[in-house]
């Protein structure tokens, strides 16, 4: 197969045995940007996927560049929940100047522990979804790099399981922001008393999931990530095109982080 290029917002395509042709594109209202989720970019898109013109993996990358000059620690390596946050605390290490180090294997035969119906479940299932790599991080300060931190139920038990194992220290660092709001967008968030942003224990979350620290990604830190190249290459377009550098809007979701919906809800 051969990437050819996105499908537009609001865009009606027809592909056949002899052209990809564009039927129709709905207009959106005059001066309303797009708003295109940014939890695809965080968590539920595969790393290869190509949106807006730029590839997941990258934006994670920068999304942990972004966190380690927002949250920097005095750690001894970075390592990360495989696998959607590896790019990110790939860009943490290389930003920090700390090896990039591996302290679990993911047990490839479980399924997935977001979806699990009880929290009691979804302890069980991190407890055999994951392998411990002891001899790489005993009696070392580890920064543990997740994509998001939904109910707090599956970082908990991988804590643990790094202290148990020899951790002398462990540090989380999230790569989003804390999610507070549903999304009435089709993705499928839990309700607002489920999240842990939302819950008492948010206030003192280090201690409630066992970590030494805790720290999210701001979500200007966040959205820049996202945005860097988008308006890079709207200015290199309109340099070439020799037009003054007008970035034109761009739109993303941040809903489940800010509670600013893109849509008037209607109830």
């Not at 180090?101 to 299932?125: A, D, S, W």
């Amino acid at each position: 197969p051969r990437y050819y290029r996105e499908v537009l917002p609001g865009e009606i395509v027809k592909i056949s045995r002899y052209e990809v042709q564009t039927l129709d594109v709905v207009p959106r209202p005059e001066g309303d940007p797009s708003a295109f989720c940014i939890f695809e970019y965080v968590y539920f898109a595969r790393p290869d996927s190509i949106f807006e013109g730029q590839m997941v993996y990258s934006v994670r990358r920068r999304c942990g560049q972004q966190l380690a000059i927002e949250a920097p620690v005095e750690a001894d390596l970075v390592s990360t929940v495989p696998e959607s946050a590896t790019p990110a605390a790939l860009g943490y290490a290389q930003k920090c100047g700390l090896p990039y180090v591996e302290v679990l294997c993911k047990n490839r035969y479980v399924g997935r522990t977001f979806i699990q119906p009880n929290m009691r479940l979804r302890q069980l299932g991190v407890a055999k979804k994951f392998g411990v790599l002891s001899d790489n991080f005993k009696g070392k300060r580890v920064v543990i790099i997740d994509d998001s931190i939904v109910r707090g139920n599956t970082i908990s038990p991988i804590i643990k399981l790094l202290r148990e194992s020899g951790a002398k220290e462990v540090h989380i660092r999230v790569a989003s922001p804390p999610i507070r709001f549903p999304c009435y967008m089709g993705i499928n968030i839990p309700t607002k008393e489920e999240l842990i942003a939302n819950r008492p224990e948010f206030h003192d979350l280090a201690n409630y999931i066992g970590a030494d620290s805790v720290v999210y990604l701001s979500v200007e830190g966040l959205v820049s990530s996202v945005q860097e190249s988008i308006k890079a290459r709207q200015e290199s377009e309109n340099s070439l095109k020799n037009l003054k550098s007008r970035a034109g809007k761009i739109g993303h979701c941040t809903a489940c982080l800010t509670g600013e919906y893109p849509v008037e809800l209607e109830w």
